[in-house]
C-alpha cells in the first residue's frame, strides 16, 4: 500500500478489565465479553447497531460477545435486558447507547490509531469470515441454509474531528470499500457461490466524529481525502491483524477435528 506522508498507523494494546485513553474524552474499557468504549461529550454518530442505529448523538459504544449458537427472534430486546443487566447507568441513558454484537471473540480484538498532524482516528475491529458473503451475488436465503457457524466484521471507528452528515455517510461507504477490498486480498470467498466476498452477511459499522464543529468540519470523508485515507488505512490494519488471528485459530481448530483418533 502507497503511504501518505505524515501519516502513521499504530497498533494499541489496551489492558484488559483497565479503562485506556484513546483521544481527548473518549475512553475503553475492554471486558471479559464486550468492548465499551465512553465518550464525554457525546460523538456524531451513524452505526447499524442492534441497539441505537442510524444517525445521532451518542455516549456509550458496545460491541458484545454472544455465544456461537446465539439464536434470538427480538435480539434489540435481548441487547436491552443484557445492558440493563450490566451497566447501572445505561437505563438512565439507554437513548444514548450504541451495541453491536458479535460471535468473534472479543479478546481477538484488533485495535488500531492513525494519526497525521492533530487529526487521529481510533478503530477497533473484531472479525469472523464463516459466513462470508458476495453483495448481489449471494442469494439472500443463504444465512439460513449455511451451516457453517456465524462469522461477522464489525467495525467501530473514531474521529477526533467533526463531519457533516453527508461525510459521516461518506465514512461509511469508504470503510466498506477498504474491508471489501482486504477481502479480495486474502482470497476470503462465499462459501455459497464461490465468489470473492465483500463482506459477511451480518457485517456492523459503527463511526464516531466530535461533536464539536468550532475546530473544524469536514464535509467529504471519501477515499480521496485525507481523512478517507486515514480511515481506510486503518480499517486495512486493524483487519489484516484481526483476520490473521482469525484464520490462524480456525486452522487450528480444523486440525483438531480432523485428526486421526487414537
Aim: aromatic share 10%.
Amino acid at each position: 500500500m502507497t503511504e501518505v506522508p505524515g501519516v502513521l498507523l499504530e497498533y494499541i494494546f489496551p489492558r484488559p478489565g483497565k479503562w485506556s485513553a484513546l483521544q481527548k474524552g473518549l475512553f475503553a474499557f475492554p471486558g471479559s465479553d464486550y468492548i465499551l468504549v465512553a465518550a464525554a461529550p457525546a460523538l456524531f454518530t451513524i452505526s447499524t447497531g442492534v441497539i441505537g442505529g442510524g444517525i445521532g448523538h451518542k455516549h456509550y459504544f458496545i460491541n458484545r460477545q454472544v455465544e456461537k449458537g446465539y439464536s434470538s427472534s427480538l435480539p434489540a430486546n435481548e441487547m436491552t435486558g443484557y445492558l440493563a443487566s450490566q451497566f447501572t447507568f445505561y437505563n438512565g441513558a439507554a437513548s444514548k447507547w450504541v451495541a453491536l454484537m458479535t460471535a468473534a471473540p472479543i479478546v481477538d480484538a484488533c485495535w488500531a490509531r492513525v494519526t497525521h498532524q492533530k487529526h487521529q482516528i481510533d478503530i477497533i475491529i473484531t472479525a469472523g469470515v464463516n459466513n462470508a458473503c458476495s453483495a448481489g451475488v449471494t442469494p439472500y436465503c443463504a444465512l439460513g441454509q449455511d451451516k457453517t457457524m456465524p462469522g461477522t466484521i464489525n467495525t467501530m471507528a473514531f474521529i477526533s474531528h467533526a463531519l457533516t452528515p453527508g461525510a459521516l455517510v461518506n465514512a461509511v461507504q469508504t470503510a466498506t470499500e477498504a474491508k471489501t477490498q482486504l477481502l479480495r486480498e486474502f482470497n476470503i470467498t462465499c462459501p455459497v457461490t464461490g465468489s470473492f466476498a465483500s463482506g459477511t452477511n451480518t457485517d456492523a459499522t459503527l463511526i464516531a466524529a466530535a461533536s464539536d464543529t468550532a475546530f473544524c468540519e469536514y464535509a467529504y470523508a471519501g477515499s480521496g481525502t485525507l481523512l478517507g485515507y486515514m480511515l481506510a488505512s486503518g480499517v486495512r490494519g486493524a483487519l489484516t491483524q484481526a483476520l490473521r488471528t482469525y484464520l490462524v485459530k480456525r486452522k487450528q481448530a480444523f486440525m483438531i477435528t480432523t485428526s486421526p483418533k487414537k
